[in-house]
T-cell receptor
Framework: DTAVSQTPKYLVTQMGNDKSIKCEQN?????MYWYKQDSKKFLKIMFS???????INETVPNRFSPKSPDKAHLNLHINSLELGDSAVYFC?????????????FGSGTRLTVV | DQQVKQNSPSLSVQEGRISILNCDYT??????FLWYKKYPAEGPTFLIS?????DKNEDGRFTVFLNKSAKHLSLHIVPSQPGDSAVYFC??????????????FGKGTHLIIQP
């Protein structure tokens, strides 16, 4: 009955590969997000998405693309992985009219590119 | 261009005492401020928030104070308990009509409660 679940929890892959991280929420929220926590521990937003619009942080390389098959899922696809992509990626969700009540985060996916 | 700053990487407090975590921000467009707590290998969990039209919000042992003129907020935990040991993130957002801009996080403060 996990509210926001991500898979896999750990992902080790070689440079140049393409990989996906899946995210599902069962809270009935209409907005989902991907955040990246880098080696300096900063949590930065990568994307926010609801059924109306996708907002992309302009600093995110176009090798990263969110894919949403439905309102409960927002997967993160990464092409041509690079060493600098190693980080912990967090999925989150919220109701767009009540974001001041907090976002719900998944437990994170630790991606290691070797 | 760090818009949310937590200048104390760590803080050690004795059990039963008050813990005060500080946060400063630079963007005057922020309308909501939130505190998250994070344990290792878990995602951040929402703790408490405050709107920019208020200066205080209280929830049990947790109180957040906002000084808008100083662009400063603080989280008070009293009394501190061992389970409060975690990393605390300050976050802010603009009222962009849906929160689509997401949250801007500080770097976090590692709170350690000493028995």
């Amino acid at each position: 009955d996990t509210a926001v679940s991500q898979t896999p929890k750990y992902l080790v892959t070689q440079m140049g590969n393409d990989k996906s991280i899946k995210c599902e929420q069962n809270l009935g929220h209409d907005t989902m997000y991907w955040y990246k926590q880098d080696s300096k521990k900063f949590l930065k937003i990568m994307f926010s998405y609801n059924n109306k619009e996708l907002i992309i942080n302009e600093t995110v390389p176009n090798r990263f693309s969110p894919k949403s098959p439905d309102k409960a899922h927002l997967n993160l696809h990464i092409n041509s992985l690079e060493l600098g992509d190693s980080a912990v990626y967090f999925c989150a969700s919220s109701h767009h009219r009540n974001t001041n009540y907090g976002y719900t985060f998944g437990s994170g996916t630790r991606l290691t590119v070797v | 261009d760090q818009q949310v700053k937590q200048n104390s990487p760590s803080l050690s407090v004795q059990e039963g005492r008050i813990s005060i975590l500080n946060c400063d921000y630079t963007n005057s467009m922020f309308d909501y401020f939130l505190w998250y707590k994070k344990y290792p290998a878990e995602g951040p969990t929402f703790l408490i928030s405050i709107s920019s039209i208020k200066d205080k919000n209280e929830d049990g042992r947790f109180t957040v104070f906002l000084n808008k003129s100083a662009k400063h907020l603080s989280l008070h935990i009293v009394p501190s308990q061992p389970g409060d040991s975690a990393v605390y993130f300050c976050a802010a957002q603009r009222d962009s009509g849906g929160g689509a801009d997401g949250l801007t996080f500080g770097k976090g403060t590692h709170l350690i409660i000493q028995p």
